[in-house]
């Protein structure tokens, strides 16, 4: 069966599942301790401050796959990682040799909070910086979905655009997609 | 070696510093300036890290949190009073 | 063995962040500095608190980890500081070199 996306979470006092995860993992961080006052605080806190936080929250997909989610946060990492020495190389070149160039990426996603995972994938990944979502969210109505959305993305060292755009929507785009199942 | 290796990153930092100094005087924009300052942020949380290590104590830790804190929403309130010419509306 | 795998990490981030900063010096307009910053200088000190890590973890009693609070606090923000930059380039319309390809996929303001 197919699952289909999800705004709410399965269990009322525990909006969201991940966020408390994180929180309960940053405050044993904070304290650089795993004693048990600290973790009985932190089961605390991390139920507590999602249930107070939720009602001014608005309403994103959650993540639905967390295995799939894991593998590509580590595909990211290592992206970022290749992609800096390139970047690096690109900076210390010629300026002359680079051909910069603003690409606009057809976007498949509808939701915000995607969205904008997305677009800090791309400002971290090759030579790309993301710089706007078109359409204008002024121009949008409420509660209707534009026709198509674009992410406008500059790009250091532009040579193929559609090869780019292809890269784009298949290593990054796809498993998001896929995650938030939207 | 290691206070060797910390002195030379120190002196890395440090040029990187007098470079985005030389950004944030020249400009020729306001947004360039706000990249400088940001990248001055940035490294400054490197050189009180290095410190840190130099001197063998791990209390500088809540200061660079702080800065990496007050860096990131200084730069988004100065860059969203750019472009809506109000922080809060 | 610990020491020489912290010195390379020190030295390879410090040289991540000299190359942002050389970016954000060399490169001719706005659009083409940013990327030095936001990707070089992130990562650069990511090396350099993961140094810190393993130093803090080796010299002192237990296993330090908070400095990858501060990583993973500077991967989140970076893309979003430089997102309201251009943001803020785009809207003053700065000029950017002439070979810029595709630069009437910027759309007007509201």
Known sequence: MRSQMRLEAKFRWLPTPLRSLLLFIVWLLLNNSVSAGHIVLAVILAIVIPLATSPFRTKQPLVLKPGLAFRHLMLVLYDIITANVQVAILILGPNKKLTPGFVKVPLDLTHDMPITILASTVSLTPGTVSAEVYPWRECLTEGKEPEERFLLIHVLNLEDEQALINTIKQRYEAPLKEIFQC | ?89 | ?110
């Open chain 2, 1 to 89: 070696m290691l206070e060797t290796v910390i002195l030379i990153v120190f002196a890395m930092i440090g040029l990187s510093l007098l470079l985005n100094v030389w950004r944030l005087l020249v400009g020729p924009s306001v947004p360039d300036r706000i990249l400088a300052l940001d990248t001055m942020y940035i490294n400054t949380i490197a050189l009180i890290i290095l410190y840190g290590m130099s001197m063998g104590t791990a209390l500088y830790f809540e200061a660079a949190l702080l800065i990496a804190m007050l860096g990131f929403v200084s730069t988004v309130a100065v860059c969203k009073y750019l472009l809506r010419g109000d922080i809060i509306e």
């Open chain 3, 1 to 110: 063995m610990i020491e020489w795998i912290i010195s390379i990490l020190l030295l390879l981030g410090g040289s991540f962040v000299l190359v942002g900063s050389i970016g954000l010096v060399k490169m001719p307009d706005f659009f083409m500095r940013l990327h030095g910053p936001t990707k070089a200088t992130t990562l650069g000190m990511a090396l350099l608190l993961t140094a810190s890590m393993i130093f803090f973890s080796s010299t002192q009693a237990g296993f330090s980890a908070k400095e990858i609070l501060i990583s993973l606090f500077l991967l989140l923000t970076a893309p979003i500081s430089g997102y309201m930059m251009i943001k803020a380039a785009i809207h003053h319309k700065l000029d950017s070199i002439e070979r810029t390809k595709g630069i009437d996929n910027i759309e007007d303001d509201v």
